[in-house]
Nanobody, 121 residues
Framework: VQLQASGGGLVQAGGSLRLSCVTS????????MAWFRQAPGKQRELVAG???????NYLGSAKGRFTISRDSAKNILYLQMNSLNAEDTAVYYC????????????????WGQGTLVTVSS
């Protein structure tokens, strides 16, 4: 199983980034997927999830600014992040959660390498 997140970087407040998560070794079409983030000194939390039917859910400050999507032909998960602010600074990961409606669900797979997003104010 591989969950390889990429697309992070340094961006100014108000800017945008698009994250990608290339997956392999999982039944991508059959699993809900989500983006998580872990800020310095904080627990990892779910910010956006998408189920197998394409229904999406956003938690906390992600609402209205982030958009999660999936390409089941390529087994890739995306996260479009707009209007970024300093509070979005974190390492972002993807995984398959057992629920996309809570902030700390259990996940099906071991964590892969995340991608660091740094927002300068």
């Amino acid at each position: 199983v591989q969950l390889q997140a990429s697309g992070g970087g340094l961006v100014q407040a108000g800017g945008s980034l698009r994250l990608s998560c290339v997956t392999s070794g999982i039944r991508f079409r059959e699993n809900a997927m989500a983006w998580f983030r872990q800020a310095p000194g904080k627990q990892r939390e779910l910010v956006a999830g998408i189920n197998t039917s394409g229904w999406t859910n956003y938690l906390g400050s992600a609402k209205g600014r982030f958009t999660i999507s999936r390409d089941s032909a390529k087994n890739i998960l995306y996260l479009q992040m707009n209007s970024l602010n300093a509070e979005d600074t974190a390492v972002y990961y993807c995984n398959s959660p057992y629920s996309i409606t809570i902030t700390s669900p259990g996940v099906r797979f071991s964590w892969g390498q995340g991608t660091l997003v740094t927002v300068s104010s």
